[in-house]
T-cell receptor
Framework: RKEVEQDPGPFNVPEGATVAFNCTYS??????FFWYRQDCRKEPKLLMS???SGNEDGRFTAQLNRASQYISLLIRDSKLSDSATYLC????????????????FGKGTMLLVSP | DAGVIQSPRHEVTEMGQEVTLRCKPI?????LFWYRQTMMRGLELLIY????????DSGMPEDRFSAKMPNASFSTLKIQPSEPRDSAVYFC????????FGPGTRLLVL
């Protein structure tokens, strides 16, 4: 099983639609979760962190289900500018209980919002 | 703040040539990461540094790849000799609390 799995899409939605992406992760010990956004030919940028109780940032809502090891991102009232690839990101502990951790990125889900 | 700076932004080279990618992290960030992104494999961590010290290079694909961080404001990723399968986008990122990516170097090895 891959560490972080996402449906690659693309998800094609009209402006104003609500769209949701899910992501599953394999390491039950993971503690930190994020959604990054990557525009075409650009670098990934942090969209939002994902907290255990769920959190909202404007039109974006992130949820975490530890029991099932999945993370979701809900986008309401989609805008043309939301068209991008959304990367699910999970922390991974470093080697030999080093105290270091790194981020593992899913391959991303592509969203295309049309007029 | 200028963000993470990478150079060159694009590099086209021939197989067998040496390639050096450069990165200037955000001032004050104590972690620096090198990633490679391809359609097939997504974003892969190659190596990362903490306070200029390499912590984990297990993601470096082969001995042809090497990375250095001689000081807190500069890092290089070198490929010698380069091969066509090294063609990818190489991102540098730095972190204090949040990880920020540079704009990437698009490498094409012919």
């Amino acid at each position: 099983r891959k560490e972080v799995e996402q449906d690659p899409g693309p998800f094609n939605v009209p402006e104003g639609a609500t769209v949701a992406f899910n992501c599953t992760y394999s390491n039950s010990a993971s503690q930190s979760f994020f959604w990054y956004r990557q525009d075409c030919r650009k670098e990934p940028k942090l969209l939002m962190s994902v907290y255990s109780s769920g959190n909202e940032d404007g039109r974006f809502t992130a949820q975490l289900n530890r029991a099932s090891q999945y993370i979701s991102l809900l986008i309401r009232d989609s805008k043309l500018s939301d068209s991008a690839t959304y990367l699910c990101v999970v922390n991974r502990e470093g080697l030999m209980n080093s105290g270091y951790s790194t981020l593992t990125f899913g391959k991303g889900t592509m969203l295309l919002v049309s007029p | 703040d200028a963000g993470v700076i990478q150079s060159p932004r694009h590099e086209v080279t021939e197989m067998g040539q040496e390639v050096t990618l450069r990165c200037k992290p955000i001032s004050g960030h104590d972690y620096l990461f090198w990633y490679r992104q391809t359609m097939m494999r997504g974003l892969e961590l190659l190596i990362y540094f903490n306070n200029n010290v390499p912590i984990d290079d297990s993601g470096m694909p082969e001995d042809r790849f090497s990375a250095k961080m001689p000081n807190a404001s500069f890092s290089t990723l070198k490929i010698q000799p380069s091969e066509p399968r090294d063609s990818a986008v190489y991102f540098c990122a730095s972190k204090a609390e949040t990880q920020y990516f540079g704009p990437g170097t698009r490498l094409l090895v012919l």
